[in-house]
């Protein structure tokens, strides 16, 4: 089966880090919501074909941080670019950077409305002005790759929660995008459908593809990312390889988290 999707070819890794050139980059960043300052001076180099885990305790900015960089939230100061451009702040070239950064959400976001093919066809119609023909070619194809062809007559109401979360990933993948960001994919799943979506993103991890990934799963972590930040009350708190950082993390925020968390 041709693979449709557009992945880069998997980073050269030295030390634990990829050499790859920088695809999303975060300089200084703020961001408040009223009288909290949820990212604090935040600094984070995302390269091609990298995996970023970012972890860290509810409230610590994880998902807003993963949101600024395709903006669905705004940054009141610093910078956000991709592939060596800024962020647009609205119009056609904002919708073009959202098919090029792919986003996978807690809750799947499907249309109801709409059968699982219909899904993830739509946007490669609509905002890519792919033909209809083509579009279903690379929607069964990437549908057959995250396991639920099968399903693709189905309106999501008739999937599990587990199918619904892939078609959103086949979604975001039939867009082609440079990078896939995922905030909390799996938080809402029961425990049973939680591993047949994580299988999927290890496997897009191993084809190449740029990914950053707000996960509570340090399984994940530990078998997928190049790199895990840790984040705690708006700031990136701690970086490093996934086996540094579990078994000698420096900061005492990260050892009190991973000992509440990893003792359980």
Do not use: W, Y
Request: charged share 25%; aromatic share 4%; with cysteine.
């Amino acid at each position: 089966m041709a693979d449709s999707t557009a992945v880069d070819p998997a980073p050269v890794v030295v030390d634990g880090r990829p050499t790859g050139e920088p695809l999303i980059v975060l300089d200084h960043v703020d961001k408040h919501f009223g009288a909290l300052h949820v990212l604090q001076d935040v600094n984070l180099t995302v390269h091609r074909g990298e995996v970023v885990v970012v972890i860290g305790p509810s409230g610590s900015g994880k998902s807003t941080l993963c949101r600024t960089i395709n903006r669905l939230e705004t940054i009141d100061s610093g910078t956000i670019t991709l592939d060596g451009k800024p962020l647009p702040a609205e119009g056609r070239e904002l919708a073009r950077l959202r098919a090029d950064v792919g986003m996978v959400f807690q809750s799947f976001n499907l249309f109801a409305h709409k059968t699982v093919l219909e899904n993830v066809t739509l946007g490669q119609i609509k905002a890519k002005r792919v033909k209809p023909s083509e579009a279903r070619t690379t929607a069964m194809e990437i549908l057959e790759r995250v396991g639920v062809a099968n399903q693709a007559d189905k309106l999501p109401a008739q999937l599990s929660g587990g199918q619904q979360q892939r078609v959103a990933i086949a979604r975001a993948l039939a867009m082609r995008p440079k990078a896939m960001l995922f905030d909390e994919p799996t938080s809402a799943l029961d425990p049973e459908m939680i591993n047949e979506v994580l299988d999927v993103m290890v496997g897009l991890a191993r084809d190449g593809m740029t990914m950053v990934v707000v996960t509570h799963e340090m399984g994940f972590a530990r078998r997928a990312a190049h790199r895990v930040v840790f984040m705690d009350a708006g700031q990136v708190v701690e970086e490093a390889d996934p086996e540094t950082f579990f078994t000698a993390p420096r900061s005492e925020r990260a050892q009190d988290f991973l000992s509440k968390i990893l003792t359980h």
